[in-house]
């Protein structure tokens, strides 16, 4: 059996480390690597799209770091319990056309014993913004650990 730890119960030192582990695996924008935090019957509500299971959320994955480039991610822990996690996030990105958008929004995880996430309902509003109006400018990938959180941006 595939753990994923830390497990529930989380704690907030467990939950704020499970929030960090997602956010560096979104930022490496590598569907293969993000997948495997998943149940392999994972339930997703992510906008208009209802993905489940692994293969889904693989696809998934695929079509939204194709069509959002320059991606850059701020996961922060907002509330946990038991073995659910509520998190709120910002990212940055552009389209093909070359307009950026900064995307906030919310997500409530639930995860398996073994520490694996079996659903994630995300709920994500766009604006759209000037290029100087840019805050996450660290190289794509792991975003440094002295970088501004979400409250220290005033986001």
């Keep these: 059996m595939i753990t994923k730890p830390p497990l529930p119960p989380f704690t907030q030192e467990t939950a704020t480390q499970k929030v960090r582990m997602a956010e560096d695996a979104w930022n490496s924008r590598d569907p293969d690597r993000v997948v495997q935090v998943y149940t392999e019957d994972t339930v997703w509500r ?4 209802f993905p489940v299971g692994q293969q889904q959320v693989h696809g998934f994955l695929q079509r939204k770091w194709a069509r959002e480039l320059d ?3 701020i996961k922060e ?3 946990f ?3 659910r996690i509520a998190v709120r996030f910002a990212y ?3 389209d093909a056309a070359g307009q950026w958008f900064r995307s906030y929004g919310n997500e409530n995880w639930e995860f398996n014993a073994q520490g694996l996430m079996q659903r ?6 766009d604006l759209p913004i000037q290029p100087e109006d840019r805050l996450f400018h660290w190289p794509l990938g792991r975003r440094p650990d002295d970088h501004a959180s979400l409250s220290d941006l005033g986001l």
């Design 46 to 49: 992510n906008r208009a799209e």
């Design 120 to 125: 994630r309902f995300a709920s994500i509003n």
């Design 77 to 79: 822990l907002w509330a």
């Design 92 to 94: 940055e990105c552009h």
């Design 71 to 73: 991606y850059r991610l």
């Design 81 to 83: 319990t038991g073995n």
